[in-house]
């Protein structure tokens, strides 16, 4: 199979799209037994159904932010603003956070960023 002609964008972040094509372009692979096959094949049904299920949550997040905090959607856009309340652990502890641990929240919590959107806001 090419993995040139598969789009995972919407899947993974550009930097380990680019470490599973170097290796799979480098990796002299054997085929998988059936039962093996078909693990991966469980395991990545799983992993796309919990990318859906997040981002259904992340929409429903974002509907609701509008209501939960008007000014912060405003200025940040909703997305944002559910990933800095998500970061943060809630309005009042974002209110809290000081200006400068804002900034900085790409690097101290890349799984929630994703590690592939904002770097800073």
């Known amino acids: 199979m090419d993995l040139t002609m598969v789009n995972l964008d919407d899947v993974l972040p550009q930097a380990t799209i680019m470490v599973v094509s170097v290796t799979a372009s ?28 997040k981002s259904l949550i992340l929409q429903l997040v974002q509907q609701k932010m ?24 809630g309005l009042i502890n974002l209110s809290k956070m000081p200006a400068c641990n804002v900034q900085v929240g790409h690097s101290t919590q890349c799984d929630i960023w994703s590690c592939r959107r904002v770097r800073y806001v």
């Open 26 to 53: 480098t990796t002299s692979g054997q085929p998988l037994s059936a039962d093996i096959l078909q693990k991966v094949l469980d395991a990545a049904s799983i992993a796309l159904q919990l990318d859906e299920d």
């Open 66 to 89: 509008h209501k939960i905090a008007p000014n912060l959607s405003t200025a940040v856009g909703t997305e944002v603003a559910a990933r800095l309340m998500g970061v943060a652990g």
